[in-house]
């Protein structure tokens, strides 16, 4: 009796994150499992329902790309501009969860699929940065890297989930529409979940106006100019440093799909799409536990060994390790630097413009990620 | 409390819409046409039989079906198949259905597959093709080892992605696209000694005429679009048919005069000269093979 009790006890210490993270959480993982349902079955549609060649569909990708980017950052812009981040967020969940139904009514017409997909990725980018605003500003500034944590492993949990979902409901005799149509669903659910169970973090130093008279217009109504965010770079020095640190991992870090590449010489061809979801199970089950060693022994020195990590991997990547070691390391050194690095940066920016912060370093990395996996490709075309 | 009710009555709602909208999608089976084999794209049945394929071709007594099963992890298989449409064969593949050939005495089959992830850039894809000699039994899972002789000179690369078998008549001779540094090729490949050499650029997913003189292939155009052609082997001039839409598939023959594709969803025909109007033969359906019983009926409804 007393060891489970303690176990109990155990577990809620580790839960015992803030009620708008957990509630964050499961809206990803709700979100989650409905964009990855997806993604898995995407290339199967495309091909086979739509009869498209997808060595023609994947150069749009690129393109796609420098859309998000820039859509991150003015939705960080428009978070702090208006101190709206759930509402900047829920715009992005529900754009998303819209794009399944344009992915339905797209039929075989290859710009509306473009199109719908341009719209999910527009989505993505719009809720990431308020939302990790949200995560930031919910959780105190010494549990930042557990509350990540727990973020990030629900996320993964629906990341998880979304294929197999997604090929259950087509072994259950679904088509591929179906699972457009049950993605869809969850998207809204999560969007439900959202505007019922978060919520947004105004900071406690905004004053709240008091209408002048007894008949207050709209306009007194109106909240006074709040800290005025703006579109330039957050000038604290720790934070630019750190921002150019993440850049500077940012371009000699492989692609996840290189990194499959890598190991396929080395896996029978049936279990190529495993190899993601073994790198998310590595992810989901150590994001707490490294998110917490994170906060007590410092993040930035957690996000630096993440890329020593990094460098092992390559090494066994070099010396053809077993391929499950390999999707462990990588596991490893996304828990080690993607929920942390937020958590690093996050105490660093004001209140107010934490949205905004947060997209710089959310885009300044996706951005030298991007610029990686072109030389590295380039590099892997030209020496073969 | 009252917003667990709220989500409660939301996820209920949004199930029985998902429930509701698999109940209302399961319509009939589109109607089987006269003279051609093909996929109705609803079910995935193949005509008049209770068969399902993702990609389906069939010659002399051969057919090859090429099959998806859903999983936690999608299996794909090419079928080997009798002229009951009973399974003879396996073969485990892995990747997504692209094209399915049979030779036109039965006795080579041939598949490409497009397998995920196998390129550096995410999103990225490439083709895996196969050959089976069902005489000997032997299987070739991935044909891009064969030496290639690109212009004449023995050819490295990398990158090589090899699709869109078609065989001749001697069970020997092929051709199929092969693609390397961003540009494609039409190859005339020898089974029995393991070689291709490139004929041409910009000839993809070749379809050999059941009298072995032409090939039908889909052009890529500068816009971007793919376009059919015929290419005469004798004098290797193309001609463009008279289909002025987009076409991604491996077309087939009907006979010496008219060739049948996929497009947009229905299956289409076109004569091979280069005159005359696409047709429309089916409705919601791929994957045409023309059926020798009854193909002197589609040749009339096709002009």
Redesign the interface.
Known sequence: MYVATAKLTRLRLLLAVPGNVVALGAVSLVTDISSEMVTAVL??YL???V????????LV??LYFGVTALVRLASGYAADRWQRRKLVAGLGYGLSALSRLGLLAA??SVPALGAAVAVDRAGKGLRTAPRDALISLSAEPGQQGQAFGVHRAMDTVGAFLG??AA??L??LG??Y??VF??SF??G??GV??LV??VRDAVPARVPVPVPAGPVATLATVTPPPAPRPSLRLPTDRRFRRILLLACLFGLVTL????I??LL?DRVE???????PLGTALAYLLLAVPVGRLADRFGRMRVFLAGHGLLALLYVLLAVNASPLAVLVLLGLFYAATDGVLMAAVGPLLPDATRASGLAWVQTGQAVARMLS??L??LA??VL? | MKRVLIVSLAALLLGLGVTGYAWWRSGPVAGAPEGLLVRDAASGLITGTDRRCERFYRAADTGVCLVVEPGAVPKTFALVLDRNMREVRRVRIAGIPSRARVSASGRMISWTVFVTGDSYNSGGFSTWTGILDTKTGYLVTNMEEIPLFLDGKRYYSVDVNYWGVSFAADDNRFYATVSTKGRTYLVEGDYANWRAKTLAQNVECPSLSPDGTRLAFKKRMPGGDWRLHVLDLATMRQTPLGEPANVDDQAAWLDTKTVLYGRAGDVWSVPADGTGQPKRLVTGASSPVPFPAAAAAVSRMAR
């Open positions: 290339p199967y091909v086979l329902v009869g498209l060649s997808p060595l023609a569909f994947g990708d690129g039929g075989a294929p197999l090929f259950g087509l072994a679904g088509a529409d179906l149509v049950a669903a969850l809204a659910l439900v979940l019922l169970y692609s996840d799909s290189f499959y590449l396929q061809p049936a279990f190529f799409p495993l190899l996996s072109i590295f490709g892997w075309t073969g």
